[in-house]
């Protein structure tokens, strides 16, 4: 079974530019989570999406939005990239319809903003 | 509001010496506790994970942890380190507040370093 895909890999932007990140999760899994991985802050919650509609949102502001699709597929999308806004970014997939069930993460998007 | 709180940033060891990573959240409901680990360059993947029954549960690579839900905590455990488990450990709890839905909050995460 293929794992957490997550595309691309590498992205350098500058400052007010935006940027699309796709996930592609296992297959069967419902649920599509988004992360904001930096050093000293951990893991920060963006969104979590479940058949297609968002079902959990952090506390991150509106520049940052998502979508999933009926393939369960999902992208994220940063408008107006602000210095701060480098991070790697980690998708995590999970079945969708338990509380204990664990996520299985991508290797993730790391994004420099310049 | 919903924290997980991981006190030690970075830890140092020998090989051999036992481990302990503190693990606090503020949460009173129904909580499930996870441990997951990010080895040098690979994903994240899950240590072990806590949802109801004995307290102690033990994962993967003879990492264990304990529920001890008067503190409000799930630290992890190790007897005797390897140089393999040079890795950053997070601690997680997926919980909800009344009806609404699950959501995972992560720590800060431990960035461990084992010394041959």
């Known amino acids: 079974k293929a794992g957490v895909t997550q595309t691309p890999r590498y992205l350098i932007k500058t400052r007010g530019q935006q940027v699309t990140l796709s996930c592609s999760p296992i297959?069967?899994?419902?649920?599509v989570s988004w992360y904001q991985q930096t050093p000293g802050q951990g893991l920060q919650f963006l969104f979590e999406?479940?058949?297609?509609?968002?079902?959990n949102k952090g506390n991150f502001p509106g520049r940052f939005s998502g979508r999933q699709f009926s393939n369960s597929r999902s992208e994220m999308n940063v408008s107006t990239l602000e210095l701060g806004d480098s991070a790697l970014y980690l998708c995590?997939?999970?079945?969708?319809?338990?509380?204990?069930?664990?996520?299985?993460f991508g290797s993730g998007t790391q994004l420099s903003v310049l | 509001a919903q924290s997980v709180s991981q006190h030690n940033h970075h830890v140092i060891l020998s090989e051999a010496a036992s481990l302990e990573l503190g693990c606090n959240y503020s949460?009173?409901?129904?909580?499930?506790l996870f441990w997951y680990v990010q080895y040098p360059g690979q994903h994240l993947q899950l240590l072990l994970k806590?949802?109801?029954?004995?307290?102690l549960v033990k994962g993967i690579k003879g990492f264990e942890a304990e529920f001890i839900k008067s503190k409000f905590s799930f630290n992890l455990r190790k007897p005797s380190v390897q140089w393999s488990d040079t890795a950053e450990y997070f601690c997680?709890?997926?919980?909800?507040?009344?009806?609404?839905?699950?959501?995972?909050?992560f720590g800060t995460g431990t960035r461990l370093k084992v010394l041959a």
């Open positions: 806590y949802f109801s029954g004995d307290p």
């Open positions: 949460y009173g409901g129904t909580v499930n």
């Open positions: 297959s069967g899994h419902r649920s």
């Open positions: 999406y479940f058949s297609e509609t968002q079902r």
């Open positions: 997680a709890v997926n919980a909800r507040r009344g009806s609404g839905t699950y959501k995972y909050i």
């Open positions: 995590a997939s999970s079945l969708g319809g338990q509380a204990n069930e664990k996520l299985f």
